[in-house]
């Protein structure tokens, strides 16, 4: 079984900055990629960004784009998630993801941390 843990979340005034990681842990798994998603209370998660182990080539949601930046750890089995400009609507549980090739062509995800929350104050 492969672990991921999330850290790093916490409560932050609006405009700061944040620095989630993503440690993989556990059997060899050959990871594709690696993601990170959000669920906010009462609403659906949603994909925040992925990033391609091989290539580097990342993808964002249009709400995060030019705040939020997916890189990966040298070891790569870490991933980070730095968010700056955070606003309110950022609130919510972060979670990351990992994907193998087989599971990137089914658009799915293998493996998912038990979430770090993310509290945005105004």
């Known amino acids: 079984q492969v672990q991921l843990v999330e850290s790093g979340g916490r409560s932050v005034q609006a405009g700061g900055s944040l620095r989630l990681s993503c440690a993989a842990s556990g059997r060899t798994f050959s990871s594709y990629a690696m993601g990170w998603f959000r669920q906010a209370p009462g609403k659906e998660r949603e994909f925040v960004a992925r990033i391609v182990w091989t290539n580097g080539l990342t993808i964002y949601t249009d709400s995060v784009k030019g705040r939020f930046t997916i890189s990966r750890g040298d070891a790569n089995n870490t991933v980070y998630l730095q968010m700056n400009s955070l606003k309110p609507e950022d609130t919510a549980a972060y979670y990351c993801?990992?994907?193998?090739?087989?599971?990137?062509?089914?658009?799915?995800?293998?493996?998912w941390g038990q979430g770090t929350q993310v509290f945005v104050s105004s």
């Open positions: 993801a990992a994907q193998s090739r087989l599971a990137a062509f089914r658009q799915e995800y293998d493996y």
